[in-house]
Structure formats: structure tokens, C-alpha cells
């Protein structure tokens, strides 16, 4: 399995001990597949952005009080290639690609560009784990089952998750049309906690615990933070989660349940800025760090 070396890899990890493909528990996929981008375009730079931002982040974590690499090792992986693939065989070939590292017994992180790719992620987990949770932090619903005639649209990405038969927990909502609204109502496996109602409950994050099941895939669109977080996103919505409600928010997960694995996806780079991709591969950081305490 081919992998990048320090100069390219998440973190710039120096000692090849600690990112080869070998001897790496955690495993970077990076996935910059974009298609059917429906407002700002750009998110297919979103993975290489994070990569390279992740290299200024500090290898030591003061609150875990560790280096989390060394707790079993990131490898990076080069991108995918999606020449020729789109729609239903790019999420085909991702979903395949996702399963021979879950076949290898590696912790999988995708970083991606639209959020379509995660029903490709999610597939092989699905599978794997029988009565698994999707949770997903998100501005938008994404439960259209088409968008401008296309079911893989970014815009349908968690319709497509939910074939797989899912149990499926979205925080953070602000955006969504009708039928979206109705999908939710009427479906006892979507537990939707909308922005205006995590603000108003002091118990969301318990009530979001208790909407999942075991097993969880956490996906995160980038806009699901509020624009003053993290602003390089497609689509930005305000009122969306501050950096210490996701964080607080992921550790209790991480902590509670069997996290599997995690996707980031929907930055898209502004030029002349990398307060975007820097926090974004901060945050990843720190989700693997709070998963190598609780292994």
C-alpha cells in the first residue's frame, strides 16, 4: 500500500515508524471527489488543504497530555482518483476502496470534498456493523432523495446513507426544505436536533447520546460549525455549532460508544486564508486523540 512520507503527510510525522502503512493503526484516506457542487465550488481542494494545514499543528496535545501519534501511528494515503468516475461509481469505488482498509483492521479517517463520498464510507461500516448509528454534524438536512435529477447529488448524501438502513442522529440542522422536514417527522430512525433547539436544552448532548446506538460513524460536514469557526464552506449557514459545543459534543461520543470511524468533508479553501483546514485538521487530531485513551 502506497503512502506519503513527512514532508507530505497528515501532521508531518517525522519517523516513518509512526506513518508507514505497516505499523499505522489510524489510516488518512483522502477522498477530493466533487461533482455536483450546488453554490460555492472548491471542496475538492478541501482534503489536500487539511493535510497540508495539519502540519502546523502541534504534535503534543496539552489536554491528553500526549503525543497521539505515537498511540498507533497515522498513515496518509495518497488521493483518490476519480478520472472517469462520478455519481453512482464514484461512490462505488469509494465504498471499495473504504473496505480493504477496514479488511486491513485500520481506524479509516476521510477527509473529503462533497458530502456525497460518505455514502461511500459508509457502505463497508454498515456492513461491518449491523446496527450501526450515522452521526452527522451538518448545517443541511441532506435528505433530499434527488437534487436537479441526481440521487448522488451532495444535496442527497444522507438519503444515500440511509440505504443502508442506518440509524441516523444529525445535529446542528439549520437548513432544509419541506420535504426534507417530512422525511424526518414521519421516520422512527432519524433523530434530527435542530441548532435553534440545542441552544434552548442544556441536555442535547445527553439526548443525542441516548438517540445512538453502539456502533457509530461520525461524518462532519464543515459547515456544520458556525461560519466564525470555520468559514471556507460551499454552503454557509449562521447559527451553527462553536468549536468547544462539537468538541464537547465528539469526546462524550467518543467516550460513551464504539466509534468505527469518521469523515470530514465540504471545506472548500479561501484563498489567503487557512483558519478553515487548520482547525479542521486540528479537530481530527483531537478526535484521534480521544480515541487512542479510551483504546
Known sequence: MKYLKTKDNFLSIPDEKHYSYKDSKYVIQQVPYEYTSSYLAGSE?????????????????EELDQESYLKGGICTLPPLN???KTDKKAVDYIAEETAKLLDDGKF???IGAEHTVTAGFVRPFAKKYKNLTVLQIDAHSDLRESYHNNKYSHASAMARVRDEKVNLVQVGIRAQCIEESEVIKKSKDI????????RENAKWIEEVLKACTKDVYIT??????????IPAVGT???NGLMYNEGVNLLKRIIATKNVVGFDVVECAPIKGSILSEYTLAK???KMIGYITIKK
Open 108 to 110: 479509516v479517517v476521510s
Open 236 to 238: 454557509a449557514e449562521p
Open 220 to 229: 462532519i460536514d464543515a459547515d456544520g460549525f458556525d461560519p466564525s469557526v
Open 82 to 84: 476519480f478520472k472517469h
Open 283 to 285: 479537530l481530527i487530531y
Open 45 to 61: 481542494k478541501g482534503p489536500k488543504a487539511i493535510v497540508g494545514a495539519s502540519q502546523f499543528v502541534e504534535l503534543y496535545d
Open 191 to 198: 433523530h434530527t436536533f435542530y441548532a435553534h433547539q440545542i
